[in-house]
């Protein structure tokens, strides 16, 4: 019974299955086959497709768990019942009517909507094979991978002394790399990323567009065992040294980022000229308004 009760209770999470969905609509049992209902309830029932579809909604595991024995079976019909039983009731009360309710439900209708057109709109700009061939061998310098190290100088955040301090310690830094330096040995004294100053600062193989544009250009121009200038990125100053020449990722490992590029700019495209067919105009003032409220408030 507890299994049961928290199965009960899970279903009731989930919501009320499509034969459920509006009351008026079902309980019209006269215009059902009667050879069809396996549950009388009142005026509504359940269907044979009405339990078959509630059964393929749930996981292949629970199937069969709940198609293993006549007991197992019928503890799924109960909690189906229960379920009709309660939004039944619930429809009786007038709960769907509701404001609250009501105002629930166009919100979601809004976000089923817009994402069943979602899927649509992806189906229809979706690349094929050859587009994504194409622009990867158009666009190879997009694709390109080095593997890296890195010494990391923390700061303060908004502290100009801490920001000083960390810069001040990166160009010396830097500078000992210079004049002959282990890289390694500097990484593991003096880098405050715990996770790589063990290993000598080493990273491994990064993707272009991993940093910003300024910084990737910059990186994919060193060559093995170069070193960056101290750099600043997210709270810190960092120190980059290429562990190899940079190199070109093969079509098998970028296929996906490819597709997903391409996915991305159509896109944008397409929503881009939406806006302007529904003539989108953001009225900055207000806007502008409700962020300082909402900063205020903070």
Not at 58 to 64: D, E, L, M, N, V
Not at 202 to 207: Q, Y
Not at 254 to 263: A, F, H, I, T
Request: charged content about 35%; some cysteine; hydrophobic content about 30%.
């Amino acid at each position: 019974m507890r299994y049961l009760s928290v199965l009960f209770i899970s279903l009731l999470l989930v919501g009320c299955n499509s034969s459920t969905d509006n009351v008026e609509e079902t309980n019209h049992a006269e215009n059902i086959d009667d050879s069809e209902i396996i549950v009388q309830i009142g005026t509504d029932g359940i269907t044979k497709n009405e339990l078959n579809e509630a059964l393929d909604k749930i996981s292949i595991k629970q199937k069969a768990i709940y198609t293993s024995s006549p007991e197992k079976f019928n503890e799924f019909l109960e909690n189906l019942i229960n379920q009709k039983v309660l939004y039944n009731e619930a429809y009786k009360r007038g709960i769907e009517s509701r404001d609250d309710v009501q105002k629930k439900i166009y919100d979601y209708k809004k976000k089923l909507v817009a994402k069943t057109f979602g899927k649509e709109i992806l189906n229809e700009i979706e690349p094929s094979n050859e587009e994504i061939k194409e622009h990867y061998e158009n666009n190879k310098d997009d694709y390109q991978t080095v593997d890296i190290s890195k010494i990391e100088i923390k700061f303060i955040p908004n502290d100009q002394d801490s920001r000083a301090s960390a810069q001040l310690r990166a160009q010396e830094i830097f500078e000992r790399i210079e004049s002959g330096e282990s890289f390694e040995e500097l990484a593991k004294e003096y880098s405050t990323d715990q996770y790589t100053k063990g290993k000598g600062g080493k990273i491994g193989s990064v993707e272009k567009g991993r940093f910003p544009s300024e910084i990737d250009a910059a990186l994919f121009e060193l060559k093995k065992e170069d070193v960056t200038k101290p750099f600043e990125l997210d709270g810190a100053y960092l120190i980059i040294k290429a562990n190899s020449d940079p190199d070109f990722l093969p079509y098998a490992q970028s296929d996906r980022r490819v597709r997903s590029k391409l996915v991305e700019e159509r896109l944008f495209d397409y929503i881009a000229d939406l806006k302007e067919q529904w003539e989108v105009k953001i009225y900055e003032d207000r806007l502008e308004e409700i962020y300082k409220s909402e900063s205020d408030e903070k």
